[in-house]
């Protein structure tokens, strides 16, 4: 199966191979920014499953892991498109949100929650509470 993610202006494109090897959400302060949102949602594939077409610049920074991670980003529109760091050199990272497909696979985890904006649908929920919306189905 192929899959195409692409910037808001659609210049800069990501064409991946197959399956996603993670896919997951995450809430830290770093993604909040990156994104303009409160929730990042992020795919990571082997670089081999990978192929960029278009231009793109790098936003590099050190992630809390002490790696470099280096964002790809379009010079156009702005969009984020896909990440790829020293500490995985192996792979790389694909904004969910960019494929804009509604059957691409949910996330089977989740990280950073303590940023959670209180109130909105991606805090995670107790399994005990009553009169609330289902607990998310993350593991
Ligand atoms: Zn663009
Ligand atoms: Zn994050």
Redesign the pocket.
Known sequence: MERTATCHCGQLRVIATGEPERVYV???????HRTGSII?NGSSWRKSQVRVEGEDKIYARMADSGFEIRFHFCPHCGTSVFWEGDKNPATCGVAVGCFADPDFPPPDSS??RRRCISGSDCRPRSRTSRNRAPEVAFR
Do not use: D, E, V
């Open positions: 995450c809430h830290c302060k770093a993604c909040q990042h990280a950073g």
